[in-house]
C-alpha cells in the first residue's frame, strides 16, 4: 500500500465521523484518463475532503509555505502535493500540472485560488482556464457544500463534465474557460443548497 491510500484512509476515518458526508455524482468522474477536477473552496478541510471522495487519486497544487513546515512539507509530495507560488506565474508549477494531465492523471484545483471568508463562490483565477484549455483533460465541476460544522452534513457533488471542446477549438481566452467552469460550479451550489 503507497502512502497515499493509507493517508486517504486514516483521514477518512477522522474526517467521516465528524462530518456526515454526502457524496453525490461519483459517476461523472471518469474511471481513466486526465480529469481536472474544480471545486469551490470554502475551508482547509477541502482538499482532503475531494481527496478521500474522489474513486481516483488526486494531485493537488499547495501554497508553497506548507512546504517549509516541519513533517508537513516532507510529507506533501507523498501525497500526491505540490508546491505553488501565490501571487505570481509560477511557471514550475504550471509545467507540473500539465505534465500531471499528460500523464492522464487527476489534477484537482480550488480556481479561486483561496478560501472564500464569505463562503460565497468567488471570482476564478484564469489558470484553471489555461489547464482546460492545454490539455485534453476531462473537466469535472464540484460543489463542496457545507458549513464544515461538527456532526453537521456537508455536501461534495461532482457535475458533469464542462463541454470545453468549441472552446478548445474556438481559441477562446483561459477567462472565458474559467468563467464557464466557475458557471458550472455555481450551478451546482444553487442547485444542491
Known sequence: MNLYSFAKGLVATIIKPLYRIEVIGLSNIPKEGAVLICSNHIDNLDPPVVGITSPRPIHFMAKAELFNVPVLGSLLPNINAFPVKRGMSDREALRKALSIL????????????????????????????FFALRSDAV???????????MFGKIKVVYGEPVEMESLRTGKASAEEATDKIMDSIRTLIEKYS
Open 139 to 149: 473537466v469535472v465541476p464540484c460543489a463542496i457544500i457545507g458549513p464544515y460544522k
Open 102 to 129: 499528460k500523464e492522464g492523471k487527476v489534477l484537482g484545483i480550488f480556481p479561486e485560488g483561496t478560501r472564500s471568508k464569505d463562503g460565497k463562490l468567488g471570482k476564478g483565477l484564469s489558470g484553471v482556464g
